[in-house]
């Protein structure tokens, strides 16, 4: 069955960025001219998505509004003969079919999902969370897809990350099956270095079908009254195949303030009009060479 829908889970609160996310959503915050969450739209989109889902709460307007038509903005843009901005305003509210949900009290990662349930029905789809931006031509999700069209099991992303870093992660204990496919046995979550089974870091996309849901809705919650993805995935093992993919691409966790910032600029040295001419590249050199 193709993979027509996508969930994004955006009800967090942001509190990482604050002060700056005290009235904006955190998924607002923008790389060069657009927001994060257009580019998470945007790779799902590119990877054949149809029906985004957006799990949100009360804090979330902005966001709602971004993905809508601005009837007021297309006008004065159309009087003043602004045709690209028109086109790129416009673009946006078409990228997908959105529907709304809110998530009436944070509960987990694994509760927001849920949320989707009625709307996913029995079909596999796709989870994206809203911190992770993959930069390669072929979408990360894409790449999920592709392993779940082989093994028609959930797929979770993983990347190799540093044994000291690992302890702000979930991580996956496997059996390798091929350069960058992996049957999942276990998951640890946020393991000391020492003990962790492996260097692959769980990264916030999936492919997820129904038994998984299902595994949701039988979770119990933990000791924080949440209900988590990683204990649905847990409680499935030894019953169905598990798949984790060392995906192709580079990385950036824009819910970190310093991976936000090399984001910014990684971005900014690929956009034609900042980097016009080299500019912005040549400021980059002039400011390393000064700080040497």
């Known amino acids: 069955m193709k993979i027509r829908k996508a969930i994004i889970p955006v009800a967090g609160m ?5 002060p700056a996310t005290k009235a904006q959503p955190k998924e ?20 054949g998505i149809e029906q985004v889902i ?6 979330k307007r902005a966001l709602e509004d971004h993905f809508d038509t601005n009837f007021e ?77 082989k093994y028609r099991d959930p797929v979770i992303a993983v990347q190799h990350i540093p044994k000291k870093d690992i302890s702000s992660y979930g991580v996956i204990d496997g059996k390798q099956m091929n350069d960058r496919t992996y049957e999942v046995v276990g998951f640890v979550e946020k393991p000391k270095p020492e003990e962790a089974p492996s260097d692959l870091a769980v990264i916030g996309k999936y492919i997820i079908t129904p038994e998984v849901m299902a595994a949701l809705e039988n979770a119990p919650a933990g000791k924080d009254g949440e209900i988590r993805l990683a204990d649905a995935f847990q409680s499935l093992l030894g019953k169905r195949s598990i798949y984790a993919y060392n995906f192709e691409g580079t990385r950036y966790d824009c819910g970190n303030k310093l991976q936000f910032l090399i984001a910014s ?28």
């Not at 657009?34 to 945007?42: D, F, G, L, M, T």
């Not at 029995?122 to 979408?139: M, Q, R, S, T, Y």
Request: proline share 3%; with cysteine; glycine share 6%.
């Open 28 to 47: 607002m915050l923008s790389l060069v001219d657009k927001p994060v969450i257009q580019y998470i739209v945007e790779e799902a989109v590119a990877a």
């Open 14 to 18: 942001g509190t990482r960025f604050l």
């Open 54 to 59: 957006f799990i949100t709460s009360q804090t």
């Open 265 to 292: 600029v990684d971005y900014g040295l690929k956009h034609a009009e900042v980097n016009k001419d080299g500019k912005f590249s040549d400021f980059i050199k002039k400011r390393a060479a000064e700080l040497k």
């Open 73 to 149: 903005l297309e006008t004065r843009l159309k009087e003043k003969g602004k045709t690209k901005e028109l086109e790129e305003v416009r673009a946006v509210s078409n990228l997908a079919n959105f529907i709304y949900i809110r998530q009436k009290e944070p509960r987990g990662d694994g509760h927001a999902i849920l949320q989707a349930k009625d709307l996913i029905g029995d079909e596999p789809c796709a989870v994206l969370f809203g911190d992770d931006i993959v930069d390669h031509e072929k979408p990360c999700i894409a790449q999920l897809m592709e392993v779940y069209e």
